[in-house]
Structures are given as C-alpha cells and as structure tokens.
C-alpha cells in the first residue's frame, strides 16, 4: 500500500473582487462580489515510504495548496487524500505526530530561546517519553553537529546553523513523513552541501518519506530520483530526471574550444548556440545525427584543443515545461 495517496485533489477558494470607481466601490458594500480560484483541478500522485521526491512547480502553481492538504491544514473541496492510512483533515491530531516540517523562509524555534530550550519545549508538545527524546535529540546534535551553539539563542544563530536546528527539531518526534519547503534558500555553498547531505542520510537511514518543494534546480539534481511538476494547478510532468528530460526534448549540445578562431560549420539538425572568442556550443538533435558523426564532422574541418557532449541543464528544461505547461 502507498505511503502517501493522492487521488484528484481539488481546492478552490472564493476571493473577493472590487470594481472600480465610486459606484463599484458603493456596489461592493451592499453586494459582495466573488469570483472561485482552482488552485488545485485534480490531482493525483502516490508516494512509497522512504521515496523522497521533488515537488516543482512555478510560482502559484498550486504546491503549498498541496503540502497545506497533505499536513491537514487545509480540507480540499473534492478528491482523496490517505497519509498511513489517514485522511489528514479528519485524523489531524494522530497525523501532526507523523510529520514533520522544515520551512526555509522561517523557524518552528523560539526566537529568544536557547536552541536547547526550544528542543525541550518541542518534547513537551509533541510528549515524546525522555528516554526516546534524549536518544533522537542526541543523534541529531552528533549528525548535525550542533554541539557549539545548542546554549546560543536561536536569534543569535547564522541562517546555516539555524537551518540545522530546525531539521533537528523536524525530526525530535520521529515522523515518517517530512515537507521541506525551500530549505537551502540563502544558504552559502557549504551549507547547501551540508543541508543536502543530511537530507539523503535521514531519508535513508530513518526511510522517512520526503516531499521537498523548491525553486532551486541543483536541489532537486543532487536529492530527487523522481519529479512532481505541477503547473496551473495540474501535474504537468510525474517522473526521473531523464523522463523529465525526453518529455521536453532530445536536445544535446557541443562544447567546443578551438585551436584558432574560424568557424565555419553547416550541417542539417545542428545549430550555433553561441560563440564566445573560440569557445563554440552547438546545439543538436541526437535522433538526426549522432554525438559521434558530429564530433567527426567537426574535427574533420576544424583543429579541436578539447570538446564535451552535454544535456541541457535542468533549469533549461523544467522553464521549457512550465511554459507548455501555460499554453
Ligand atoms: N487562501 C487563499 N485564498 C485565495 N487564493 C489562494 C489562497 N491560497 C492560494 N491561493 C491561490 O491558489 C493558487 C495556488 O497557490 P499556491 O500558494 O498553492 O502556489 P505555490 O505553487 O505554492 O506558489 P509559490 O511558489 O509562489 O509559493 C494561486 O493562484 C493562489 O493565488
């Protein structure tokens, strides 16, 4: 059985509309006017526990729509949603003690409190048993290694470490389920790297089952097997990287460093993407000539000091799929 099962979720709200001028003004005091926004028209998708998958979308495509569903938050207006067997809105109190969530742009810690302190709180809400919690709380400070700071208050925090925290805190009640929303944003290179090891390790050593959402595409490169798109409030796109890639195009380029300047190159299904001193990519279609037969082609009548085959990166492609996704 699915750890996560999601069957053509719908959610509309109401938003209120004005019209202009002094009599639409007027109008709206004595008759409200309304319009319904689908920010969700039916969707589906099934997560196997441990899976940790990659929740793309564009901005108001409907993904915290989705997570806010999926924690209980908000009831949808039609569809089904099972988490372990629960329907997150009906058995909301049972299923908060299975999830845990890591907010980027925010904390779940006391601003003034030491993190240690905030810790402890979140024993007490969550009442995990103190031999259970000192066990989780332990582990988490060695693999996060939040030994330094656990006296500091969480205001007093760099982002990267309070970022750390704050998967600590995530995980004191053991969920089996985690939402990460944006959880390497503003962070330096280092602490990206840290963030995103940590994220496989819990997800493969404790099998939590992992919904990350993100703008950032090297997150989704370095963690997701499979990506969700949605757009529009639909899936646009359910899948690996790779299907991800072909369902856009086989598009492949050649990067090419010449010995001198001249370039000069024609041939059918190969383009010139740019050309910066002697430096050349070219752009073309695998299915019509091979990375093979166009290496051989150019070396043929250009002297070549290096050259690589390359996929188009996956900001490149995911773009490509939320404009189809529009249109
Ligand atoms: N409480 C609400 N009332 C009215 N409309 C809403 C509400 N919440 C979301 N919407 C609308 O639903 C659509 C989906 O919003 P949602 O916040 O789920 O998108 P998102 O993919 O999380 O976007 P972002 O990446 O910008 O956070 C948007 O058109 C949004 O304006």
Same mark, same amino acid.
């Given at each position: 059985m699915s750890h996560i099962l999601v069957e053509d979720l719908k959610k509309s709200f109401f938003v209120s509309e004005r019209t202009s001028g002094v009599f639409g003004s007027i109008r709206g005091l004595v008759q409200r006017q309304t319009r319904e926004v689908y920010a969700l028209k039916g969707v589906s998708f099934s997560l196997e526990q441990g899976e940790l998958v990659g929740y793309i979308g564009p901005?108001?495509?409907?993904?915290?729509?989705?997570?806010?569903?999926?924690?209980?938050?908000?009831?949808?207006?039609?569809?089904?949603c099972r988490i372990g067997g629960r329907t997150p809105w009906k058995d909301r109190i049972k299923h908060v003690g299975r999830i845990g969530v890591v907010f980027g742009q925010r904390t779940q810690l006391w601003w003034d409190l030491p993190v240690i302190e905030s810790f402890?709180?979140?024993?007490?809400?969550?009442r995990v048993p103190d031999v259970e919690y000192k066990k989780t709380r332990d582990e988490m400070i060695d693999l996060l290694a939040l030994e330094s700071f656990l006296n500091t208050p969480v205001r007093q925090l760099s982002l990267g470490q309070r970022m750390r925290c704050d998967f600590a805190a995530a995980m004191l009640h053991k969920p089996d389920i985690l939402f990460l929303d944006e959880?390497?944003? =503003?962070?330096?290179?280092? *602490? $990206?790297?840290?963030?995103?090891?940590?994220?496989k390790t819990l997800n493969k050593a404790h099998q939590v089952t992992t919904i990350l959402t993100t703008h950032d595409m090297d997150d989704i490169e370095a963690l997701c097997e499979r990506v969700i798109i949605i757009g529009g409030g639909?899936?646009?796109?359910?899948?690996?990287?790779?299907?991800?890639?072909?369902?856009?195009?086989?598009?492949?380029?050649?990067?090419?460093?010449?010995?001198n300047d001249d370039f000069f190159f024609q041939?059918? =299904?190969?383009?010139?993407? *740019? $050309?910066?001193?002697?430096?050349?990519?070219?752009?073309f279609d695998p299915l019509k000539i091979s990375a093979a037969s166009l290496i051989?082609?150019?070396?043929?009548k250009h002297e070549v000091?290096?050259?690589f085959v390359e996929n188009p990166p996956i900001e490149e492609?995911?773009?490509?799929?939320?404009?189809?996704?529009e249109s």
């Open positions: 901005n108001g495509a409907g993904k915290s729509t989705t997570i806010k569903i999926l924690s209980g938050i908000l009831v949808p207006t039609s569809g089904k402890d709180l979140l024993r007490d809400i969550y959880p390497t944003i =503003g962070l330096d290179a280092v *602490s $990206k790297l840290a963030v995103r090891k940590f994220i639909e899936i646009l796109c359910d899948g690996s990287l790779a299907k991800l890639r072909s369902q856009v195009s086989s598009r492949r380029y050649l990067k090419i460093h010449l010995a041939e059918q =299904g190969v383009s010139i993407i *740019s $050309k910066e001193g002697r430096t050349v990519t070219l752009a051989a082609h150019v070396t043929s000091e290096d050259l492609i995911v773009a490509e799929l939320y404009a189809n996704g």
